[in-house]
Structure formats: structure tokens, C-alpha cells
């Protein structure tokens, strides 16, 4: 079983907790997004990070003239600090963690486009939904294509889905004939409905992650067992390719 997971836009350098254990292995493509990024005029580029202030946008323009995509590298999955990867805390990770997250995991990303947890990458500012135009593509969508899909298809049948509709249409809009994917739901009761606990829902992926790796869960069965925050697993609610967990009212 495979997990895929959005990467945060929040980023750091971290280069001593953990050792980065290879490159990317897309980075090819990420260097054909660098070099159209950095044909932008800074007026270009920030219309690119449409939702970000001048504050944000002028550092991130400098820094993709500064930008080694081979040095000072973070392992991705120390690199991004969402609240999704508080929540799952890998910092404090058991070695058999690490270990089943190496195997397991998978992020997906606007610039990278898979990245394995100990993949070494460089904080960057570009999300899948972001307007960069490269090599004739309209959007990073149609320039990744298949490609997400396939390189996750090729390394296991079965995709567990925790990541954000922005990311996880990369996937479902390529899904491949061997691939079967199954998103995790998490909701709550809100005026007699449910309704996606959206800030809840993003610490529930974090906290999933983490149960799922200390627990070295590669069932779906397995993953029905996940009970944190009030979350539990709804069978009367879920389809073979959705399961939802409902969270309920916590007693004080």
C-alpha cells in the first residue's frame, strides 16, 4: 500500500536531523520548471503566486536566481512544517517509522512532483494549482500529465489517499488501469450534516500518517482502525473507495 500526502507551502532547511538518501527522482522535470521560472519578471512571477503578498512574493523571487537543486538539501519529509506534518511529527519518529514511511510514503508536488521522504529538496514557493506556464503547457497539470500517476502506479497498485483535492486530481485524472485508489474522508456532524472538517481534516491526515507508520499498516482493514481527535471510522458512511471517519463530540 502506498500513501500520498500534499506537501505544505510552509518550508525550512533542515540538514542535520535526518540524512537526505537521494535526489528526486523527477528532478529533470523540476529543472525545466526552474529555468521558465526564472525567464519571469518579478511582476510575471508574482502573478504566479497569486494569493501571496509583496512580503512573500520578493523573497521568493530572489531566491529562484539562488536556488541549487543538488545542494544544502533537506530530506521532504522534514522540509515542509503544514499543519498536516505537526500533526504527524516525523522529527520524533521511531526508527521503524522512518522506515515504513521510506516505503510507504509518497508527497506530491508542484515542483517536484513525487518526492520520497528522504529525497533532498530546496524550499520553493509553487503549487499544482499555481499559473506557471512551462514548455507550452497551459498549466502544471497539463506539464506533469501522467507522469505523477504513472510513477506512483509503478511502484504499487494500491493508493491510499490523503492528499488535497489540488493534488490528488493529478492522480485521479491519469489513474492508471493497475491503480486503484481509496481516499480517506474526514467529517463532522454540523447542523444535522456532514460537512469536511476542513482545519481538522488537515491535522487528521498528519495524525493518520503517523498511526499508520507506527503501527506499519498496509491494510485497508488496518487503516479502518484509526481512531485519534474523535475520528472513527464510519462503515455506514464509506464505499470500497472512500472511507469516512466522523468525528464526535469529545466529553471534557
Given at each position: 500500500m502506498?500513501?500520498?500526502?500534499a506537501?505544505a507551502?510552509?518550508?525550512?532547511?533542515?540538514t542535520?536531523?535526518l540524512p537526505v538518501?537521494q535526489?528526486?527522482?523527477?528532478?529533470?522535470?523540476?529543472?525545466?520548471?526552474?529555468?521558465?521560472f526564472?525567464r519571469?519578471?518579478y511582476?510575471?512571477a508574482?502573478r504566479v503566486?497569486?494569493?501571496?503578498s509583496?512580503?512573500?512574493?520578493?523573497p521568493n523571487?530572489?531566491?529562484?536566481?539562488?536556488m541549487?537543486?543538488?545542494r544544502?538539501?533537506?530530506?521532504?519529509?522534514?522540509?515542509f512544517?503544514?499543519?498536516?506534518?505537526?500533526?504527524?511529527?516525523?522529527?520524533?519518529?521511531?526508527?521503524?517509522a522512518l522506515?515504513?514511511?521510506?516505503n510507504?510514503?509518497?508527497?506530491?508536488?508542484?515542483?517536484?512532483g513525487v518526492?520520497r521522504?528522504?529525497?533532498?529538496?530546496v524550499?520553493?514557493r509553487?503549487g499544482l494549482?499555481?499559473?506557471l506556464q512551462?514548455?507550452?503547457?497551459?498549466?502544471?497539470?497539463?506539464?506533469?500529465?501522467?507522469s505523477?500517476a504513472k510513477q506512483?502506479?509503478?511502484e504499487?497498485?494500491?493508493?491510499?489517499?490523503l492528499?488535497?483535492?489540488?493534488?490528488?486530481?493529478?492522480?485521479f485524472?491519469?489513474?492508471q488501469?493497475?491503480q486503484r485508489i481509496?481516499t480517506?474522508i474526514?467529517?463532522q456532524?454540523?447542523?444535522?450534516?456532514?460537512?469536511?472538517?476542513?482545519?481538522?481534516?488537515?491535522?487528521?491526515?498528519?495524525?493518520m500518517?503517523?498511526?499508520?507508520?507506527e503501527?506499519s499498516?498496509?491494510?485497508?482493514a488496518?487503516?479502518?482502525?484509526?481512531h485519534d481527535d474523535?475520528?472513527?471510522y464510519?462503515?455506514?458512511?464509506s464505499?470500497?473507495d472512500?472511507?469516512?471517519?466522523?468525528?464526535q463530540k469529545i466529553?471534557?
Open positions: 502506498q500513501i500520498i500526502i506537501p507551502r510552509k518550508m525550512q532547511v533542515d542535520d536531523s538518501e535526489l528526486p527522482a523527477m528532478l529533470d522535470k523540476t529543472e525545466e520548471i526552474l529555468k521558465q526564472r519571469l519578471s511582476e510575471e508574482h503566486w497569486w494569493n501571496c509583496t512580503k512573500i512574493a520578493e523571487y530572489r531566491w529562484l536566481f539562488q541549487n537543486l543538488r544544502q538539501l533537506t530530506p521532504a519529509l522534514l522540509a512544517t503544514g499543519l498536516q506534518y505537526q500533526y504527524m511529527a516525523p522529527d520524533v519518529f521511531s526508527e521503524r522506515n515504513y514511511v521510506r510507504h510514503l509518497r508527497i506530491l508536488s508542484g515542483f517536484y518526492l521522504p528522504f529525497d533532498g529538496v524550499p520553493y509553487l494549482g499555481d499559473r512551462v514548455n507550452g503547457y497551459h498549466n502544471l497539470y497539463q506539464f506533469w500529465g501522467s505523477i506512483l502506479a509503478s504499487d497498485t494500491l493508493c491510499l489517499n492528499a488535497s483535492h489540488e493534488y490528488a486530481k493529478a492522480v485524472d491519469h489513474q488501469e493497475s481509496v480517506c474526514f467529517d456532524v454540523k447542523d444535522g450534516k456532514l460537512k469536511q472538517a476542513t482545519t481538522r481534516a488537515k491535522m487528521a491526515r498528519g495524525r500518517v503517523r498511526f499508520l507508520a503501527n499498516v498496509t491494510s485497508l488496518a487503516v479502518k482502525e484509526f474523535g475520528f472513527v464510519s462503515a455506514q458512511h464505499s470500497p472512500q472511507l469516512v471517519f466522523i468525528r466529553q471534557n
